[in-house]
């Protein structure tokens, strides 16, 4: 394996457009809660889900109903691995549109630079890549949208279909020459290196897959088809452009969670960052039903709870990572909205 690779140079390379999820992406889903043990009325009434949205590949699903999809089954199922068990039994064709753009393409390495464009009309908020890094491309993919903070499921299961697109022509033996996941080596970390029989490296700056040129340059896919890839790109463009509109709360939440780190974030500054009058900002955030000081602090109560959930982090730490000057006013902002002490929160084990 050749770490370097994974800090290569990498070009500039534009975020998803479309607001949600294409439903393909959770082809089966329903069925693979439930053979894992999961409640799926219950996971999916967790996450705000309609079930019949599942049953149509082409409707959109918000991106962080999908992701608390993930997290939620893996936490009811008790499969820590949920992710990554779902994404090892998923085939290309089961991703709907953006799975025959890869299907149809000329050859390997077409396929994965046509699925690569074609993301961002599937799913939003998210960076996607191909870097060239010498003798091997490095696929790049992670989730930025600034209200998921629990990834870890869909960063595994979108591995995996990546991986399975490849060995849907060079064959289930087939490893890629690294694998790399922004977050940290889960318990059953044996059951990756099963899967993808790679190098694995954990707290990367993104989730990555190295595949060496040699392996996809000039191997035609089963399934090339030139006017049907037209097709399904145009379709798929279409669909992604139809459903791109913003959405204010995400985007004003989003813009909160990146100026927290430097201080109590100001009306003015995010307004700014959002191409807006402070007035015109706070005029619609009243017509969705909120104050900017009320999102301001949804904010931080729900990153407080991310953050506490997190064994490794400091109490302490938390009072800058929310904006609080001291730590004494987090204290008290949290004794507020959950009646105990941070610490207090973490020991009953909440």
Known sequence: MTPSLFSCATPGAPLASNLGVLSAAASGLDGFITAQGGDLDRVLGSAGVDPERLRHPTLSLALTSYCEVLEEAARQSGCDNFGLRYGQQFRPQELGLLGYVGLCSENLEAALKNFVAAFPYHQHNTLIRLVDCGECYRFDYQVRHGAILDRRQDAELTMGMAVNLLRHVLGRDWAPRAVGFEHARPEGWQEHARVFDAPLLFERPCNSLLVPKADIRDRPMPERDANLLFLVQDVIRRLGEQNNRPDLLEDAGTQIRLALAEGEPALEV???????????????????????????????????????????????ELALLLGYSETSAFSRAFRRWFGVSPRQWRSEGR
Not at 292 to 316: C, D, I, K, M
């Open 270 to 316: 995010i307004a700014e960052r959002m191409e807006l009058t402070p007035a015109g900002l706070q005029r619609r955030l009243r017509e969705a039903g909120l104050s900017f000081s009320q999102l301001v602090e949804n904010t931080r109560r729900e990153l407080a709870l991310h953050y506490l959930r997190q064994p490794g982090r400091a109490v302490s």
